[in-house]
């Protein structure tokens, strides 16, 4: 009996350590699935801010966040680390799709609004050049139409 209860003293002193660093492990696989959600939900916002509708995007944030709140569950309330294990691991993958994703929007706005700017400041400047060619040309006939009024104005002697 003696024998028994060391070696169930050992195994506990062996084991408790790594059943507790298990989870910690597992809870700051927590932690990274939350620092995740915050890179992701600040990727949506600068999207945002760009001019990209992110309705799509925030409602798939909104799904990561709820797969990580599962995870939660499961893990310290149910104990079952295998499925918690799983939701972060699907809640890391689409938080890194909707990083991705964002970005991809943010840099496809940003390159439509230089298009944008771009396309505005040569249509101006066309039609300032036209508007001056088009002075000019107005300027040139004016004048020229003016001066042989003036000289069909000749005075005539009176007989």
Known sequence: MNCFRSFASFLTLAI???????????????????QGLRDAFLAIRSAEQA???????????????????????????????????L??????????????????????????KADRFFWTGAFSYSGLCLLVALG???????????AKRILRMTPKVAD
């Open 87 to 112: 939701l972060i691991n699907q809640s890391i993958a689409l938080v890194d799709q909707i990083k991705a994703e964002a970005a991809t929007l943010e840099n496809a706005a940003k390159s439509e």
């Open 16 to 34: 408790l350590p790594c059943l507790v660093m298990f989870g910690i492990a597992k809870a700051s696989t927590i932690d990274q699935a939350d």
């Open 51 to 85: 001019g990209v509708n992110v309705t799509l995007l925030a409602v798939e944030l909104e799904e990561a966040g709820s797969m990580v709140t599962d995870a939660q569950y499961e893990l310290y309330v149910k104990n079952d680390s295998l499925s918690a294990e």
């Open 136 to 146: 000019l040309i107005g300027y040139r006939f004016l004048t020229r139409w003016y």
